[in-house]
């Protein structure tokens, strides 16, 4: 007998007859032989309709109370899956974050796991009861509600496969798995039968909204044994995400992402000295705003350089602001922005091992009269940052070049 924790998202209990399906689910792998803990999300739409009611609130909510609004949409879903399961005569029991509890740390809205405690739930399936818990929710130290961030449920789903050691942690979604790049762009898209922990970090933070990144991490640091899979099929195959030996036939790019949600700034004239990067990035640090690629080149006369970097375009107004008034401290001449850029990256372990990716990727994107305005690179990773308007063309383009289409049968 195995253990399985199986996570079902928004859409797959979209309405209550999906949610009757997932019941099925549910007793299918219990009567294969399997104990199951299944952690839910909310029904598609309620949270991006719960996050609405607290922007039109105040357009400066407090995130604590707006943890204890948006955490609500699970305790509806918890409590009708179990019903449905009982209907099948399954015996079920929900389980909302804090009864567990997952405690977390204090950071509310983007709350962090810290532990989690399984006696109740162990309890729960010694007495042969299928736990039904809520994803996304934790409670902090002081015992308020914390959230655990958009699409948090998946973090819940492998932190609790990984400490009860599960054998198994589907993520049921409304996809079949994980695609070379998004499906709706490129049709030819292929799905992955696996992909790498390392693969899958990249690409669900390049963009990719199939896992909660940190969901990815988790997994990766405590080896969960994952499947993407759909809700919608008999059968799913789906997307196992798994440790690079595990994978016999190794892709050299596995998948190329797109985010449109960049933006980039240039400072123009900053002097070529000691201190001015740290002036720049410190107060950025400060706001909280994450930067990515960051370009400086030496000025040739020794003086004076430009510097450009990229940030989540929903971040750009507030570093503006910031720059323009720390001008003085940092002493740059101008300041340009755009936030009509776009960011395709290329993603593959093979890239360790094989040469020339960098210069056939920049090849295909040349043919198309794409130009690269930043580049920046990891071990496994080419990311650019191009026009927003050769977004599409570029993700098509770059997925010829590297023959990632179906292959024919
Ligand atoms: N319901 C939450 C959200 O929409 C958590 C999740 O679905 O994973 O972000
Ligand atoms: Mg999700």
């Known amino acids: 007998m195995g253990l399985v924790v199986q996570k079902f998202g928004g859409t797959s209990v979209g309405d209550t007859n999906r949610i009757k399906n997932v019941a099925l ?15 839910v999300s909310a029904m598609a739409g309620v949270t991006n309709q719960l996050v609405q009611y607290c922007q039109e609130i105040s357009e400066n909510y407090s995130l604590e109370e707006y943890d204890v609004v948006v955490s609500t949409g699970e ?26 509890p997952f405690v977390t740390d204090n950071s509310a809205s983007k709350a962090r796991i810290n532990q989690i405690e399984v006696e109740g739930l162990q ?43 599960a054998d198994r942690c589907d993520i049921y979604t409304d996809v079949d798995g994980v695609y070379t790049t998004d499906p709706r762009f490129v049709k030819n898209a292929r799905k992955l039968d696996r992909v790498t922990y390392e693969e899958m970090l990249e690409m669900a933070s390049l963009g990719a909204k199939v ?22 099929e008999n059968n799913p195959v789906g997307t196992t995400i798994c440790d690079e030996r595990d994978i016999v036939e190794k892709e050299i790019i596995s998948g190329i992402t797109c985010c449109r949600d960049e933006a980039k700034i240039t400072l123009v004239g900053v002097q070529d000295k000691p201190g001015v990067s740290a002036a720049v990035f410190n107060a950025m640090a400060q706001a909280n705003i994450c930067i990515d690629m960051i370009v400086q080149s030496d000025s040739p006369d020794g003086s004076h350089t430009d510097m450009t ?31 009509d850029c776009a960011k395709i990256s290329l993603i593959g372990v093979g890239m360790r091992t094989h040469t020339g990716i960098a210069q056939r990727m920049f090849k295909a994107l040349s043919e198309k009269g794409i130009n690269v305005q930043t580049i ?5 990773k080419i990311s650019v940052l191009i026009a927003a308007e050769y977004a599409e063309l570029a993700v098509r383009a770059l997925h010829n070049a590297f023959h990632l289409e179906k292959k024919e049968n």
């Open 123 to 165: 309890a729960c399936l010694k007495a042969g009861k299928v736990p039904v818990v809520a994803g996304f929710q934790g409670i902090n130290a002081q015992g308020r509600i914390t959230t655990l961030g958009r699409g948090g449920s998946d973090t819940s789903a492998v932190a609790l496969a990984a400490v009860l050691k």
């Open 211 to 232: 896992l909660q990144t940190r969901s990815v991490e988790l997994a990766m640091k405590y080896q969960v044994n994952l499947r993407v899979v759909s809700s919608f």
């Open 376 to 380: 920046s690179t990891s071990e496994i």
């Open 75 to 100: 305790q509806v879903t918890i409590g009708l899956l179990a019903m449905a399961l009982q209907a099948l005569g399954v015996p079920a029991q929900s389980w909302t974050g804090w009864q567990i």
């Open 309 to 339: 970097f990229t940030l989540p375009e929903a971040d750009l107004s507030r570093a503006l602001s910031i720059l323009d008034k720390d001008k003085e401290h940092i002493g740059y001449r101008a300041i340009i922005s755009d936030s």
């Open 25 to 39: 689910k549910v007793k299918k792998e219990i009567d294969a032989g399997n104990q199951v803990v299944v952690v």
